[in-house]
Structure formats: structure tokens, C-alpha cells
């Protein structure tokens, strides 16, 4: 039945739940319910309650919200009676509501045959179904990780070319009667305008053209590549006026605000689905028994590897408890034991930590030093270009080696921590997204550090070391390049040359060491630390090399068969699969890490560090800031007035106020949610035990309406016991 019966409804003790009014609606609902059943004569009982209540809630304006029989947990004879109960409604209704219920349907239909047609252009639809088939929804949630990124650094390529590349390439070669303007600099020394791209001139070998390649430089560095390129001031298109320094960092604004409000939408999504799984042991224990199983799973082998998984998460639950009655029989001597060796294993970790930025500085500023001189000198011999290539990505053979090896030594320090399991993955992983992340601050302060070092005056009156870095944007943009390049050269050639032959050794080889070390491992959480470190570094990078995210899509275009290709023939799951809901949200959370990170460096680039006076779209101003003040002075002076208002503190304070309020508003909502939540589930606790409930069948339905009218229902099904 929908509600308790009439003799034990009063004595229920769920008070708290009647004064509910998605309770007392519930009321309302079955007392109008049964005055339809009588007026067409429906047959009372189960079915009929049940279709009563499936009709719906009603809705302001007094209608009954009709949906279909189809999405009601019925069997097929109370959905066929349900199907009648509605259309016997229709006769009892006018005929514009008529007309809005058919017109309601027939929308529906039409923008679900739309959406199904959409289905099937969804990049890599058959491949991710493929794989969540024969591997489970843990490395699907990988898969679909990196499909994200992919639409996510197309829509900002499209970004950024539609808005700085496209009226840049128009303007200088007249297309559409377009034209552009560049004003000269004023007030600046004249040394501090002159820049020489080491464009390749004359006879050139291949080579170089690789090197250049690999590099960013020589012919690359003059392309619309990288943000020496934008030297226009203003474009005309017609007669309307283009400001291009103003579209650049608008567009830079753009599609870190687009990266911020997307990724945040998805980690909502998550954050819904890991809050439902975050349950108590006995829940979860339940869970992995009754309800652990993946169906998607077809692959006899990765079905023997779910076995194993749901074994070790129960050992993992089991060896939990253990660690938490250890810790709760701990004497005063163990603790302080313990507590001194975590605090000597964290002083190793921040002396590793510090060793790895230690060396990135030394390689950055030993590889802008010496690459500089070399290109100065304009050396073309085989062995000596080979040996500057080295130099010049001496930076980024530094952070992969510091990549690798430092998550290597927190895996093995970790094991003397006596954590928990659980609690162990996320320590170490947390530590491999600081190295990670960090070790590109790094270098980006590293490299800050020799434009920002001026030991004469003529430097000073630059505002940066024009003698080194006279397009100083441009060689921050083809640090980033070379990151990305190397990044994926490294990524490629773990698959082929270290992988693939690991494969044909454990096949063909019987050796016991061999068939020890048996096949790589894909491990879900390496695999996406790679590819958010990837990320953030063409966040950070666009800005300096605004077609760097056309690259960055191609990169993971490719990685995508790379892993995929690798995930089928080379490499066997993971033993400790993570479940994809908690899985999808760490990853959205790391990647939200990443993009905090790309906010400081971009932020002290275009607000604090002086622009180049030699290149880029704002050469006539101080730093890349300066030119919104300026095109606010252009506005009317009402306008301008208006904005000077916002950004004032007159403004700021009470609305940071406000804004504190409703955050306060909606934490307390929360929490009242909570504890509603956390009632009903000491209600399914004790519905099991409780005398009122022992009868064979007993469903009781609640549903709490939150902001946006969505309802969480709670069926309850309790079972006489004999207590």
C-alpha cells in the first residue's frame, strides 16, 4: 500500500515526517484520488492507490501531471489499468488543457527522437561502450575523462581563433576590404622596441626544421603560433574599428571562465552520485554483496577481475576495521611512536619535494642561458644543434624524470605511515598532483625570475631583461609548446617501447622474474594525473600561444587509440579499480585543482610583470591590464561613472556582504536537509525492529521538495521479523 493503514496511521511515530508539506500534498492527493476512483468506478486496492498515485502532484495552475505508464515501477497489468485511469481523465479536463497535454507530448517525443539522433554523433559513442563492456565503468570513466578534455580545448581553440587569430590573419592580408592599424610606442626607449625572431633564412638543412619543430622556434616563432605574431593595434573591418589587445585578454578571460563554470557542472553531477554512495559500512557492505556486481562487464576475464575486486574491497572494509580498533587500543608510547615516524617520513617528502624544485630552476635557468647564447651565435653544425635541442628541453626531461620518480618514493614511504588502504591511495595520490602541478610553477617562476632580473639601467627602463627575452610572452609560449610536445613524445613512447615489448616478453618468454613482473598495469589515476598535467599546462600556455589548445586537442585525439590500443593488447586493469562515481568526481576535482594553479600565473603575467615593448598586442601599454582603464575612457562619461561605482569599495563591501549572506542562507538549508536525511535513515533503520511495521508488505513514501522541486524519495520496505 501507498500510506500505513487507517488503525496504525495515527499511532505512527514519524511525526516529524506529517508535518512535512510534500506530506500533507500526499494527503491531499489520495483524498482527491479516491473521489475519482469512485466517480469511474476503478476497482480499489493496490493498483488502483498506486495509479492514483502515479497521476502526480498537483500543479499551480490545479492540472494533474500526466506521464507516461512506461516510467512507473509497475507490472504490465497495473500499467495497462493506469493507462485507462489517464485517458478516462481526459474526459473531465477542458479542452485547452486538452491541447496543452497533447501539445506537452508531442514536444516531448520530438526532442527525444532529437536527442537519440545526437547520440549517435557523440565523439567515440561505440569505442567508450565498447570498453565499459569488456572492462567496467572504472576505465570508461577515463576514456570519458579524456573525451571531455577534447570537446573542452576544441571549443576554446574555436575561442580563441574566431576572436584573435581569424581578424588578425583578415586585417593583414585585406580580405574584406579589412585593414589594421599599429600605433607606435611612446614614451618607451628605443632599445626596448628592437626584436629579431630567429626566423630561418637561406639554405636550410632538415634538421633544422625539426629542431624547429620540437622547439617552437625558427620558423615557428613568427607563425600565428605563439603571441609575438599579434602586433596589430587595431583592425578594421568596413568601418567598424577591431580592438584586437582588448579581444585578447577578453578571450583569455572567456575560456577560463567557460573551463571554470563547465568542469564545476560536472563535478555537481558527480558530487550527487559519490554523495549517494557515501554510506556507513554496513550499507556498504550490503552494497558489495547484493548489489556490487557490474553488468556492463561481458569479458570472461574482466569478469574474474570484478571478483577480485569486490574480494579486496571487502578485505580492504575488513582491514579498515582492523586499523580502526588498532588505533583505538593504541597505548600514549605507540602513538607518539607513530605520530614522530609520519612526521619523519613527511620532512623526507618535503626534502624530495624540494630537490625536485631545486633542479627544475637550476635546468631552467642553465637552458635559457645557454640556448640563448646559441641561437645568438646561429651554430648549424649536426652534433652542436643536436646538443642545443638537448639544452633547450633540459627543462622538461627535468619535470618528467621528477614526475616519475618522486610518486615512486611516496608509493614506498607511505607503506611505513600505517594508514589505512583507502586512506593510503588518496594521500599518495593527493602528493602526485602536488608534484605534478607544483613542478610547473616551477618553472614558470624560474623563468620569472631571469625576465624579471635587470642589473643595468637601459634593463630597468624596460621593465624586464629585454637582452634575453625581447618577446619575453613568446618564450614562455615556447616553454609551454615544448612541455606539451614532450609530454606526448613520452606518453607515445612508453606504449611503444616499453609496453608493447613487456607484452611479447610475459607471452613468449617462461621466465619466473619475467612472469613475475607479468603486464603493466593500467592504472586509472596515473593515466588522468598525465593528462590533467597536460591540461593545465594549455591553460597556462594559451595565453602566450593562443593556437596551443588546436594542439592540445590533436594530442588527445591521439592518446585516446594510444591508450586505447594499449588498454586491449599490452596491458591488464588495475587490481584496485576505483568505482566510477567517486572516480568521475576526483578527477573533476583535480582538474578544478589545475585550474586554480593556471589562475596565478596568468593572473601576475597579465597584471603584474611589464608587457614587452617589442611584440604582442600590448606593446603600448605598461601590462596587459592596462588596456581595459583605457577602453573605459573611451565610454561616455555616465558609463564610465556607472563602472567606477562597481569596482569601487562603496560597491564591493555590501556586496560581498550579500554574497555571504546567501551562502550562510544555503549552508543552513543544507544542513537542515541533512538532518532530515539523517532521520529518515534511523527511520529505515528502525522499521525493521519496530512493531508498527510488522506486516508482510509496507511501503511508506516521503518525498522532500528542495530548491528546485526535485523530490527524494525513500521506499521503505519493512518485514515482520518476530521482535
Keep these: 500500500e501507498v500510506f500505513l493503514p487507517e488503525e496504525l ?3 505512527a511515530p514519524v511525526d516529524f515526517l506529517q508535518e512535512l508539506p510534500s506530506y500533507q500534498s500526499a494527503l491531499r492527493r489520495r483524498a482527491a484520488a479516491g473521489g475519482t476512483q469512485e466517480r469511474r468506478a476503478a476497482p480499489r486496492g493496490s493498483a488502483g492507490l498506486r495509479a492514483a498515485e502515479a497521476r502526480g502532484p498537483e500543479q499551480e495552475g490545479g492540472e494533474l501531471a500526466a506521464r507516461p505508464a512506461r516510467e512507473y515501477p509497475l507490472t504490465i497489468a497495473e500499467k495497462r489499468r493506469l493507462r485507462d485511469c489517464q485517458q478516462a481523465d481526459i474526459k473531465y479536463i477542458s479542452g485547452w488543457k486538452q491541447w496543452k497535454r497533447t501539445s506537452s507530448k508531442s514536444l516531448k517525443k520530438v526532442f527525444n527522437e532529437v536527442r537519440e539522433l545526437l547520440s549517435y554523433l557523440e565523439l567515440w559513442r561505440h569505442d567508450i561502450h565498447s570498453i565499459e563492456g569488456k572492462f567496467g565503468t572504472g576505465i570508461q570513466s577515463y576514456f570519458s575523462f579524456l573525451r571531455f578534455l577534447v570537446l573542452l580545448n576544441f571549443i576554446i581553440f574555436i575561442l580563441m581563433f574566431s576572436f584573435v587569430t581569424l581578424p588578425s590573419i583578415i586585417s593583414k592580408y585585406g580580405i574584406f576590404n579589412s585593414s589594421f592599424a599599429k600605433i607606435p610606442p611612446k614614451n618607451i626607449e628605443a632599445h626596448c622596441t628592437v626584436y629579431k625572431p630567429s626566423g630561418n633564412m637561406g639554405l636550410v638543412y632538415f634538421y633544422t626544421y625539426l629542431k624547429d619543430l620540437l622547439s617552437g622556434t625558427g620558423f615557428l616563432e613568427v607563425t600565428s603560433l605563439f603571441y609575438g605574431y ?3 593595434d587595431a583592425a578594421w573591418l568596413s568601418i567598424l574599428r577591431y580592438n584586437l589587445p582588448l579581444a585578447y585578454l577578453l578571450a583569455t578571460f572567456a575560456y577560463l571562465a567557460l573551463s571554470l563554470l563547465w568542469i564545476i557542472k560536472r563535478s555537481v553531477e558527480g558530487f550527487k552520485q559519490n554523495l549517494v554512495h557515501d554510506e556507513d559500512q554496513f550499507q556498504s557492505y550490503c552494497n558489495k ?4 556486481w557490474d553488468f556492463c562487464i561481458t569479458d570472461p576475464n574482466a569478469a574474474q577481475l570484478k571478483h577480485r575486486s569486490l574480494q579486496y574491497e571487502l578485505q580492504t572494509d575488513l582491514e579498515e576495521e582492523r586499523l580502526k580498533r588498532k588505533i583505538a587500543d593504541r597505548t600514549m608510547k605507540e602513538k607518539l611512536r607513530i605520530y614522530s615516524l ?3 617520513i613527511n620532512i623526507i617528502v618535503i626534502a624530495v619535494l624540494s ?5 627544475i630552476y637550476r635546468a631552467t635557468v642553465f637552458s635559457q642561458e645557454n640556448s640563448n647564447v646559441s641561437i645568438g651565435h646561429d651554430i648549424r653544425t649536426d652534433s652542436i644543434g643536436a646538443a642545443n635541442l638537448l639544452v633547450q628541453y633540459l627543462p622538461s626531461i ?22 589505512s588502504p583507502a586512506f593510503e591511495i588518496r594521500l599518495t595520490l593527493m602528493r602526485c598532483v602536488f608534484v605534478r602541478l607544483a613542478n610547473i610553477g616551477v618553472l614558470l617562476f624560474s623563468l620569472w625570475s631571469q625576465i624579471s632580473y635587470c642589473a643595468t639601467d637601459q634593463c630597468k627602463a624596460c621593465g624586464y631583461n629585454y637582452e634575453l627575452y625581447p618577446c619575453w610572452e613568446s618564450e614562455v609560449g615556447q616553454e609551454m609548446y615544448k612541455l606539451m610536445i614532450f609530454d606526448f613524445i613520452i606518453i607515445l613512447a612508453g606504449t611503444l617501447f616499453v609496453d608493447f615489448p613487456r607484452k611479447l616478453l610475459v607471452t613468449h618468454c617462461s621466465c619466473k622474474p619475467v612472469q613475475w613482473c607479468g603486464l603493466q598495469e593500467f592504472g586509472i589515476s596515473d593515466n588522468v594525473l598525465e ?24 594530442k588527445y585525439f591521439f592518446i585516446f587509440y594510444i591508450k586505447k590500443i594499449s588498454l586491449i593488447h599490452t596491458c591488464k586493469p588495475a587490481a584496485r579499480p576505483i568505482r566510477a562515481s567517486s572516480s568521475n568526481f576526483f578527477f573533476l576535482v583535480v582538474l578544478l585543482i589545475g585550474l586554480i594553479l593556471a589562475f596565478i600565473p596568468l593572473g601576475i603575467s597579465i597584471a603584474h610583470i611589464p608587457s614587452s615593448k617589442a611584440c604582442g598586442p600590448f606593446r603600448n601599454f605598461n601590462t596587459s591590464w592596462a588596456v581595459v582603464p583605457d577602453t573605459i575612457l573611451g565610454f561616455p562619461t555616465g ?3 556607472v563602472l567606477h561605482g562597481i569596482a569601487s569599495e562603496a560597491f564591493a563591501v555590501p556586496f560581498f556582504m550579500v554574497i555571504c549572506l546567501i551562502m550562510f542562507y544555503f549552508i543552513a538549508l543544507a544542513g537542515a536537509h541533512k538532518r532530515v536525511v539523517e532521520q529518515l535513515r534511523e527511520q529505515l533503520m528502525m522499521v525493521r525492529f519496530d512493531p508498527l511495521f510488522c506486516t508482510p508488505k509496507v511501503f511508506f513514501v516521503v518525498s522532500v521538495s528542495g530548491m528546485q522541486r526535485n523530490n527524494i524519495v525513500f521506499w521503505v520496505l519493512g518485514v515482520c521479523t518476530g521482535h
Excluded: K
Design 342 to 344: 609520519r612526521i619523519f
Design 531 to 554: 593528462i590533467i598535467y597536460g591540461q593545465t599546462i594549455c591553460w597556462i600556455g594559451t595565453f602566450f600561444s593562443p593556437l596551443l589548445p588546436a594542439i592540445a586537442t590533436i
Design 355 to 359: 630537490g625536485c624544485f631545486y633542479s
Design 398 to 419: 627535468v619535470i618528467t624524470l621528477a614526475n616519475f620518480i618522486a610518486p615512486q618514493i611516496f608509493s614506498f614511504l607511505i607503506r611505513f605511515e600505517d594508514y
Design 639 to 641: 558609463l564610465q561613472q
Design 9 to 11: 496511521r495515527a499511532a
Design 289 to 292: 554483496v547484493f548489489a556490487g
Design 230 to 232: 599579434y602586433t596589430i
